[in-house]
């Protein structure tokens, strides 16, 4: 079977783990450090704060914007559930912005509309969630200026996206959002295993989601209600979580981050070698918008013919070909089809759905592995 998507492990990030193993630090330590500091380094973001997973890094980022009860967390449909969970894990509600149908991104438009109405209502969300699709930026600048003029705090989802650009800055900049959370899971571009990270550029937000993701515990005596008892004191000052990542997992985290770059170019060579090969059957390719420079997390196409796409999906999956559907809108599961979502409320992400294919894409897929994809879809499609 030729996966979807797999990770790349080198010598390098063997040594650096077994490294850790042999030191003082197993779990959070300076390793730690040092990977929060070279991605929110590279990501051009003032703090970095490590966690054991991007749905970890989004639940302590909307705790660390005080979302919880009576408040609202909007997110696009078309995206993993943990983009809307982390709502609900604060005790908020959740409901959704539908998509671009070209970027598959939230789109700006049925944002600008749903603001309009939900401000008449005063039924305006506290959060809104954008989700980089595919790797592809969602356009930041006039989500984040939309969000601000309503006063609402924005988390962009890019656990997609390290690895890409928009505009010719970095994603995780957070020029136009408050945090940005990256996935280190194994099918995305660079892996620690299971790992997340949220970059900031408030100083006071990078503390508190420290804070969060080890039981809301301080050692500043700043901090604390009185005076430190002695020098083992420490105060819990609020509910928080154990979400650290271990210095294992950040050490593996760091090597990674030293091949980021050439791994997003190889996931574009192969893109445009999917393109070239694909032109001429009846399905839509990625469309890139020109100010993006996509980490092409996936290459999802689109069939012309929804009433084929099960049949395809099937005739691939039985040729070997790992392919996968990325993603069942979130609203259609059943969990939040008891909170009264029904089909027919977000319709470009139901049409997305009909006819989307992820197919395989990773840093170490050769062009025999991406020929044998082409050839098979072919076939199907004949
Ligand atoms: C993978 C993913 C997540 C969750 O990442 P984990 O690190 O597995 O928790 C969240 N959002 C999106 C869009 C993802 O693709």
Same mark, same amino acid.
């Given at each position: 079977?030729?996966?979807?998507g797999?990770?790349?492990?080198?010598?390098e990030?063997?040594?650096?783990?077994n490294?850790?193993l042999r030191s003082?630090?197993l779990?959070?330590?300076?390793m730690?450090?040092r990977f929060?500091?070279a991605?929110?380094s590279?990501?051009g973001?003032a703090?970095?704060v490590?966690?054991n997973?991007a749905?970890?890094?989004?639940?302590?980022?909307?705790?660390?914007l005080d979302? &919880?009860p009576?408040?609202?967390l909007?997110?696009?449909p =078309?995206t993993f559930? %943990? !983009?809307a969970n982390? *709502?609900? @894990?604060c005790?908020?509600?959740v409901?959704?912005?539908?998509?671009?149908?070209?970027?598959?991104n939230?789109?700006?438009?049925?944002?600008a509309d749903k603001?309009?109405?939900?401000?008449k209502?005063?039924?305006?969300?506290?959060v809104?969630?954008p989700?980089?699709m595919?790797?592809?930026?969602?356009?930041?600048?006039?989500? &984040?200026?939309?969000?601000?003029?309503?006063?609402i705090? =924005?988390i962009?989802? %890019? !656990?997609?996206?390290? *690895?890409? @650009?928009w505009q010719?800055?970095?994603?995780?900049?957070?020029?136009?959002?408050?945090?940005t959370v990256f996935?280190?899971?194994?099918?995305?571009i660079i892996?620690?295993?299971e790992g997340g990270?949220?970059?900031?550029?408030?100083p006071?937000?990078?503390?508190?989601?420290e804070r969060?993701?080890s039981?809301?515990?301080?050692?500043?005596p700043d901090?604390m209600?009185h005076a430190?008892d002695g020098?083992?004191y420490?105060?819990?000052?609020e509910?928080?979580?154990?979400?650290?990542m271990?210095?294992m997992q950040a050490?593996l985290?760091?090597s990674q981050?030293?091949r980021?770059?050439?791994?997003?170019?190889?996931?574009?060579?192969?893109a445009e070698?999917?393109?070239?090969?694909?032109?001429?059957l009846?399905?839509?390719?990625p469309w890139q918008?020109p100010?993006?420079?996509s980490a092409?997390?996936?290459y999802v196409i689109a069939?012309?013919d929804?009433a084929r796409h099960?049949a395809?999906?099937?005739?691939?999956?039985a040729?070997?070909?790992?392919?996968?559907?990325?993603?069942i809108?979130v609203?259609l599961?059943?969990?939040?089809?008891?909170?009264?979502?029904?089909p027919?409320?977000?319709?470009t992400?139901?049409a997305?759905?009909?006819?989307?294919?992820?197919l395989?894409?990773?840093?170490?897929m050769?062009e025999?592995q991406?020929?044998?994809?082409v050839?098979t879809?072919?076939?199907?499609?004949?």
């Open positions: 079977m030729i996966p979807y797999r990770q790349d492990i080198s010598q990030d063997i040594d650096a783990v490294e850790v003082d630090f779990t959070q330590g300076p730690v450090q929060e500091a991605v929110a590279w990501a973001a703090r970095g490590a966690v997973s749905t970890s890094a989004l639940h302590i980022a909307c705790l660390a979302l &919880g009576g408040d609202r909007w997110t696009s =078309v559930v %943990a !983009s982390c *709502g609900l @894990y005790g908020a509600t409901d959704f912005v539908d998509i671009d149908p070209r970027t598959y939230m789109s700006v438009a049925a944002l603001l309009a109405d939900a401000e209502t005063g039924t305006l969300p506290k809104i969630i989700v980089h595919c790797g592809q930026s969602c356009d930041m600048a006039a989500i &984040g200026a939309l969000a601000a003029s309503y006063g705090r =924005v962009e989802d %890019a !656990s997609h996206a390290i *690895g890409g @650009y010719g800055s970095p994603v995780g900049n957070c020029a136009h959002c408050d945090i996935s280190f899971h194994p099918v995305k892996t620690t295993a990270l949220a970059t900031t550029n408030d006071e937000l990078a503390s508190r989601m969060l993701r039981h809301g515990i301080t050692r500043e901090l209600t430190p020098p083992w420490y105060q819990q000052i509910l928080g979580l154990n979400y650290r271990t210095d050490a985290g760091l981050m030293a980021l770059e050439p791994f997003v170019v190889r996931r574009h060579a192969l070698r999917y393109d070239a090969a694909l032109a001429d009846p399905l839509t390719t918008h100010d993006a420079y092409f997390h996936l069939l012309d929804a099960r395809v999906f099937e005739g691939l999956r040729a070997g070909i790992g392919v996968n559907l990325h993603y809108p609203h599961q059943p969990y939040y089809r008891d909170m009264g979502f029904a027919g409320d977000f319709p992400s139901e997305y759905y009909s006819r989307a294919i992820s395989p894409l990773f840093a170490t050769t025999a991406q020929d044998e994809v050839t879809l072919e076939g199907l499609l004949s």
